[in-house]
Structure formats: structure tokens, C-alpha cells
């Protein structure tokens, strides 16, 4: 297998010392003059990937980085997942450093890897990878490094069902201070031929399910436990930390294909409550919509935001909990109409809630960013944040990340007909 990598061995994929220098201070977001009415404002954030980088994912680390994770995929070369860290005041942290390359990475818009620092300083990733018996099948791979992204050890499969059938859709938490939690959508049961014989202990013998586990410092799993018997087949989860625990999200899927979001929440024993809907939509729809949930979370508050087409028009809502996820408000109308695409994320601070989503209309696609009031009872600031050259599917799903500064954003373009990473930082 050529998937794990040590970044002390040479690579194709690497910049230049003279475009590391660059990427200190001087590509730090560039100053801008505050606006008179204290509205937040676009700040170029140029990102260290080379063309043909696409599906981002974004964190804010423990100690205050911002960490960006990406796929590079170019024609006649292996994939190749790669990571950076960044600080305001020093700029870009180190040329891009490679977690794992290969032909079995598997590069799509919807599905994308994930990439978690936890308090003992130890770096967490996951992505998925082919599974060699089958063409149409795939794992989830996980790696932990320990020394900053230098080197990597990895478990190729989070799932241990080892079925040629589907994994992926995952989400990370952390696990006190170096521990994880992942979970994931599994289709082993979907695995089950026709005709044969539900499995005792199932509900829903081929239908998609959604599971848990946990994994040490060693990479020591623990035990699987299904959240959900039955989910929609293809939308994203995620996942955000209260203070009673971390919080799940997920578009379930009924026995007549109502596909409305939900959420549960891990306790202490490691037990998940009952799946509670964040809002009856009532969206019934044959087949998977690929635009899964985003939640974001501060204390015992959180805020869910998803895309929906219940009534037959196309919306993304936010709704809050101010109980954990026992309970969610009616929801508030971020957008709708034909031209919503959805493909949603959400983030909170102490001052607002923050939504980002993608439109498209007949001049193309734009990247939309709105401000929420804390308890969502009034909308700050709507801003179009960037005009995308991307079309249809190619821009995957953006990624935000907030800080005391403000919000960071990325997501894929397409410039010259190939993937490109395009990046911003939001602050007044």
C-alpha cells in the first residue's frame, strides 16, 4: 500500500523555499480599514495548495492555529492528501506537509477528509480509501501524528466489517485531551444479498447505517455502536462539543423516505441518546440530496443550519438549542428559491452565529456568508463573499472556522478548468 507517508521524504508536490518565505507575514490577510458601521469585511486569505487542490476542511486548533487540510488530484499523478497551519501573526507555519498519497485515496466533492488537533498537541485525520476488491466500495482510513504533521501512523479502516460496500460521510471530536471520537455512515448491511435473512439485532436489513467509536493515543478502538439504524445514504455529518457532551448531526431517513435532520447526543458512558429532529420538514425524496447538516456549538447552546426542499422550494435554515440538543426552536429562513443550492456550514462565537452556504443562478455560483444574532432573532450582515467559476457539483461544500477575530472561510473554485483552493478571512 503507498497510502502513509513520512514528510521527510521528498515529494513532487512541494513549493518552493522562496514561496515558503512568501507565505509568512506577507500572505498574512492584509490590512483593511474598519467600516464605519462595524460590519465584518473580505480579507484576501491566500492558501499554500497548488492547482488541482480541492475539498478543504478548516478547524481552529487548542492553541489558537488554524488548520487547513486538502486534496490535490492532477492528471497522470498519485492523489495526494495534504495539510498547513497558519497564525495572524506569523503567516503560514511550514511548506504543506503530506499526510498520505496514492491512487487509493479517494478524491470526490461530497465526501472529504477530516482533520482534528486535540489539547495534547497530537494531530488527527481521516479520508477515505478504495477498497481493492471492489470498484464501488470504500473504507474509512484514520492517521495520528504526534510530532505536527512529520510523520503519520494510520489504521486503514475505522470500519472493521471489512464488506465490499460503502463507508465514509465521517465527522471527528475530541476525547478529553488525546482521544477521539468518529463516526460514519456504513453500509455493510446494504452488503446483504437479496433474499438473505435479516441479521439479528437490525431494524433495517440494507439500509445505511450510521456508527460510532472511539480511538486512544495507541489507536486503540474501542466498540462500534450503531446511532442510527437507518440513515439517508450520502449526506455529510458533523459533529460539535457542548457541555454535555458532543452533539451529532445527520439527515435520517424514515421507512417512506422522509429525510429530515436529527440529532444525538454521545454521553458520558458512551451511550448515544435517542435521535431527536431538529425540525419536522417533512422532506420526502427518493433519492439521497448529497447536502447533508452542519452544527456548530458554545456551552449547552447550538446551532444547526441544513438545506431542505420541503413544499418543493429549495431553503437552508438555521435553528438554535439552548438545551444540548434536548430541544431546537422553530427554525429561521436563511435563504430560498431556486437558485439555493445549499451545502451549508455553520460556526458560533460570543457575539453571533455565523451560516455559509453556496447559490447559483444562470451568472454562476457565489458563496454567501450571513450573521445571526446570538439567540438567531435578527440577521447582522449578509455578505456575498466571492463569485465562484465553479459550476454544478465542482465547488463541494465550503468550510468555516471562527476565532475572536473573526471567520475563515474555504472552499474549491475552478480556474482554468482545474480545482483550485480559494480562501478568506472575515473581520471588522
Request: glycine share 8%; hydrophobic share 45%; aromatic share 6%.
Amino acid at each position: 500500500m503507498d497510502m502513509l507517508i513520512k514528510s521527510r521524504i521528498a515529494i513532487a508536490l512541494v513549493v518552493t523555499i522562496a514561496t515558503l518565505a512568501s507565505c509568512k507575514r506577507d500572505d498574512a490577510a492584509p490590512a483593511v480599514a474598519k467600516p464605519a458601521n462595524g460590519d465584518y469585511v473580505v480579507q484576501d486569505w491566500v492558501l499554500p495548495a497548488q492547482p488541482g487542490s480541492m475539498a478543504p476542511d478548516l478547524r481552529v486548533a487548542p492553541d489558537g492555529r488554524v488548520l487547513i487540510s486538502w486534496l490535490n488530484r492532477q492528471q497522470g499523478r498519485r492523489k495526494v492528501l495534504q495539510f498547513a497551519s497558519y497564525t495572524e501573526a506569523g503567516g503560514w507555519q511550514s511548506l504543506p506537509r503530506t499526510i498520505a498519497v496514492g491512487q487509493s485515496l479517494v478524491a470526490n466533492w461530497a465526501d472529504t477528509p477530516h482533520l482534528l488537533a486535540t489539547a495534547d498537541g497530537a494531530l488527527w485525520v481521516q479520508w477515505l480509501q478504495a477498497n481493492a476488491a471492489s470498484p464501488s466500495a470504500y473504507d474509512v482510513a484514520l492517521a495520528r501524528s504526534r510530532d505536527g504533521g512529520m510523520t503519520w501512523t494510520q489504521i486503514t479502516r475505522v470500519n472493521n466489517d471489512q464488506t465490499e460496500s460503502e463507508h465514509g460521510f465521517a465527522a471527528l471530536w475530541p476525547r478529553g485531551a488525546n482521544a477521539i471520537g468518529i463516526a460514519w455512515l456504513d453500509g455493510r448491511e446494504q452488503h446483504m444479498s437479496p433474499g438473505a435473512e435479516q441479521k439479528e439485532g437490525t431494524h433495517h436489513a440494507g439500509a445505511m447505517q450510521l456508527r460510532a467509536n472511539a480511538f486512544d493515543m495507541d489507536l486503540e478502538r474501542g466498540a462500534d455502536t450503531v446511532v442510527d439504524a437507518r440513515t439517508c445514504d450520502c449526506c455529510q455529518t458533523d459533529v460539535a462539543i457542548t457541555d454535555r457532551g458532543p452533539l451529532l448531526a445527520w439527515r435520517d431517513r424514515s421507512d417512506d423516505n422522509v429525510r429530515d435532520i436529527v440529532v444525538a447526543r454521545v454521553q458520558d458512558d458512551g451511550a448515544w441518546t435517542k435521535p431527536i429532529p431538529v425540525h419536522a420538514d417533512g422532506w420526502k425524496v427518493e433519492a439521497c440530496p448529497v447536502n447533508g447538516p452542519a452544527i456548530a456549538a458554545r456551552g449547552n447552546e447550538a446551532v444547526v443550519a441544513w438545506y431542505s426542499e420541503s413544499g418543493g422550494t429549495p431553503a437552508v435554515r438555521i435553528a438554535r438549542s439552548t438545551n444540548a440538543g434536548d430541544a431546537f426552536a422553530p427554525p429561521v429562513q436563511v435563504d430560498t428559491g431556486a437558485v439555493v443550492r445549499g451545502q451549508v456550514d455553520v460556526a458560533i462565537d460570543e457575539q453571533q452565529a455565523w451560516v455559509a452556504w453556496l447559490r447559483e443562478d444562470t451568472k454562476g455560483q457565489s458563496l454567501m456568508l450571513a450573521r445571526y444574532a446570538p439567540d438567531l432573532s435578527k440577521r447582522l450582515q449578509l455578505i456575498e463573499v466571492a463569485k465562484l467559476g465553479a459550476r454544478g457539483h465542482a465547488s463541494g461544500t465550503p468550510r468555516l472556522a471562527v476565532d475572536a477575530g473573526g471567520a475563515w472561510l474555504a472552499w474549491t473554485d475552478v480556474v482554468d478548468g482545474a480545482a483550485d483552493l480559494q480562501g478568506a478571512r472575515i473581520a471588522r
